[in-house]
């Protein structure tokens, strides 16, 4: 899997050399092995050398760092949703999720610690010993749900859809419990979602906040969500530059022209069309190496 990363690096720096824009081909390329650098760290963490109860108690202080970060945001997202109310104003999806300029980038991080949130409300994760400490981490699901609903996340409800389905059937009744707390929370999401932000500003005379009423129009008319323009562009890139792509970060330019997202929203596509079609396989090599390992 190192090899096929390394590759896969090696040649993402030769495509930058010979792009259009070096400067930000080599941006998105270092903001990339940044991210390889701390998966790495995180993946040492959970399987470094050591007793059980070590390698347990690091994963148990890592969800909880998740946990925390999901509570400090939960504290700013709910001071903007105040702030709308009592202002009675019709707020913008950047208002409903803070910090982000894209709510897309939020569903993100939720796609993994939603998933970290309900392990931490299982006495078998070590950290929630009493029933108030567990009842507050699913509480806390619950509102990362609701904020899911609020951004109509269709990605990663779908994702952790997938994710239950995969671990049910490979491990059965040792993974209800951890599948109870998903399913429930959600359901406790969905509730709070239509009572603060459909139930509340109809009651003020405002429209419902958040894109979830609007998602599933626009799914149905085009179930592509526009995005065959997008795949059309990436597919022109690779057959224009199949070798080495046309430089990372550099799909962004050319959708300028379709005056669309900065993405295909297919990352085997987006590493094609950007990096070449060498290193999409390079990628896809060492993805398949960790899963193998994972397994």
């Known amino acids: 899997s190192a090899a096929w990363l390394g590759l896969w690096l090696l040649l993402g720096i030769v495509s930058g050399t010979q792009a259009l824009s070096p400067r930000h081909a080599f941006y998105e390329w270092g903001s990339l092995t940044l991210l390889i650098v701390l998966a790495l760290a995180i993946a040492g963490e959970w399987t470094a050398d050591g007793d059980a109860d070590h390698v347990a108690a690091r994963m148990r202080r890592m969800a909880l760092w998740c946990g925390y970060g999901c509570v400090a945001y939960m504290f700013l997202a709910m001071a903007y949703y105040l702030i709308t109310v009592i202002g009675r104003v019709q707020p913008s999806q950047l208002i409903l999720s803070p910090g982000y300029d894209n709510h897309r980038f939020l569903n993100h991080v ?3 610690s939603l998933t970290f949130l309900a392990w931490l409300a299982l006495p078998a994760a070590g950290v929630a010993d009493h029933s108030a400490h567990r009842a507050m981490w699913w509480r806390m699901a619950a509102v990362w749900w609701m904020l899911l609903f609020v951004t109509g996340g269709r990605g990663t409800v779908f994702g952790i859809g997938a994710a239950v389905v995969v671990v049910l059937a490979l491990y059965g009744r040792q993974a209800w419990p951890w599948t109870r707390v998903l399913l429930t929370s959600a359901l406790a999401g969905i509730i709070a979602y239509l009572l603060l932000y459909v139930a509340v500003p ?21 179930r592509a ?17 199949p070798w080495l792509g046309e430089g990372p970060l550099h799909f962004a330019h050319r959708a300028m022209a379709l005056k669309a997202n900065a993405h295909p929203h297919d990352w ?11 290193a999409v396989l390079a990628l896809t090599a060492a993805l398949a190496c960790g899963v193998m390992a994972l397994w």
């Not at 109809?202 to 085009?222: C, I, N, R, T, Y």
């Not at 795949?231 to 224009?240: E, N």
């Open 110 to 112: 939720q796609t993994i």
């Open 202 to 222: 109809l009651a003020m005379g405002l429209k419902p906040f958040g894109v979830l009423q609007g998602v599933a129009e626009p799914s149905l008319v085009d």
């Open 225 to 241: 969500s526009g995005r065959l323009d997008l795949w059309r562009l990436a597919w022109s890139m690779i057959q224009s530059h």
């Open 268 to 278: 085997l596509l987006q590493i094609a069309a950007e990096w070449g079609v060498p």
